[in-house]
């Protein structure tokens, strides 16, 4: 299960940090999607199991930061710089790097809203 937390209203420049926790992150994937209304579910950074590798998509790259902390079981994203197009509810997502009977396991958090108004 991932518990996400931190969404809220800033203003646009502002800042903002994301925290998603689970009971243990080992071996675990993780990932920050976001949804804005209207539109399909984005892939916003992923960080590898042993946190020693980041990707970010293009509209966040330079303004966002994921972080692994493993003594916490907590992602997080930090978010700076924030525009009004960053508005959307922001998941968590968990994929195993391991497989039980042939399958990675999944997980997606319930969500948490973010809303940058200019």
């Not at 502002?14 to 579910?41: D, F, H, N, V």
């Not at 984005?42 to 972080?67: C, H, P, Q, W």
């Not at 994929?95 to 042939?102: M, V």
């Amino acid at each position: 299960q991932l518990v996400e937390s931190g969404g809220g209203l800033v203003q646009s420049g502002g800042s903002l940090r994301l925290s998603c926790t689970t009971s243990s992150i080992r071996g675990l994937t993780m990932s920050w999607y976001r949804q804005a209304p209207g539109k399909e579910r984005e892939l916003v950074a992923t960080i590898t199991s042993g946190g020693d590798k980041t990707n970010y998509s293009d509209d966040v790259k330079g303004r966002f930061t994921m972080i692994r902390d493993r003594a916490k079981n907590t992602v997080y994203l930090e978010m700076n710089s924030l525009k009004s197009e960053d508005t959307a509810v922001y998941y968590c997502y968990a994929l195993s790097d391991f497989r039980i009977n042939g399958n990675r396991m999944e997980s997606w958090g319930q969500g948490t809203p973010v809303t940058v108004s200019s």
